[in-house]
């Protein structure tokens, strides 16, 4: 019976090169931005709202995490004792040592938010499975990359871009950057900034012509 070869400690290096796990690509290889603009979020709504058999819940749930910068972690745990729909405020508790906020709920999240409560009046959080459990982040992954495939968007899109949409939605409408800061509940404004620096609308008054 032949003998089993003897690895070499340059064979063995080698041989750990070949088993390497392909490199993740950059998000800069998959698209340019990550951001949506508003017309996108949109486009994105309107496939979620007419994907499925939960088409309220989805849109609802591209709606209120645009409107509110909501993570995902922010959004699968959102309950309705965070909501007050007769005084339309929404108590927002921010994740990664966030500061929490109370921001206003305009007419069209409130009549997606009453839509949504009178299918499930009993529950204590506001985005459920088909079991009646809270969603999980996987399953607004998948809500959102569905949208947007749906939505014919020539990118992949992932939740986290609809907070980043917030922000430049915001700084384009000349919102100062300490607003959005306090919005955001970003502890350090330096996280916030990266949205006006890169704001066109800064550049707006450069040319006459």
């Known amino acids: ?12 290096k080698l041989s750990k090169k070949k088993t390497k796990p392909p490199r993740k690509p950059k998000n800069t290889d998959k698209r340019q931005r990550e951001y949506l603009t508003d017309a ?3 486009r994105l709504r309107k496939a979620a709202a ?9 849109d609802t749930l591209i709606l209120l995490m645009f409107r509110h910068a ?4 922010e959004t699968v745990t959102l309950r309705w004792e965070q909501i007050d729909l007769k005084k339309g405020l929404l108590h927002v508790r921010r994740l990664k040592n966030g500061l929490p906020s109370t921001h206003p709920l305009r007419g069209v999240e409130l009549r997606a938010l009453r839509q949504l409560q009178r299918l499930n009046p009993h529950s204590s959080y506001v985005f459920l ?15 959102i990359a569905r ?4 939505a014919k968007l020539p990118f992949t899109v992932h ?4 907070r980043h949409s917030t922000g430049f939605y915001l700084a384009n409408h000349n919102h100062d950057t300490r607003s959005i800061q306090s919005y955001f509940g970003h502890a350090n404004i330096k996280n916030t900034v990266i949205y006006t620096e890169l ?3 800064r550049f707006k008054d450069f040319w006459r012509d």
């Open 1 to 12: 019976m032949p003998k089993a070869k003897r690895q070499t400690p340059f064979s063995a």
């Open 40 to 42: 996108e979020v949109e």
């Open 50 to 58: 007419h994907q499925g058999r939960h088409g309220l819940r989805d």
């Open 70 to 73: 909501l993570r995902v972690g």
């Open 129 to 143: 499975s088909e079991r009646q459990a809270p969603l999980t982040s996987r399953a607004v992954h998948h809500v």
């Open 147 to 150: 949208a947007g495939k749906e």
């Open 159 to 162: 939740p986290h871009m609809l």
């Open 199 to 201: 704001a066109p609308n």
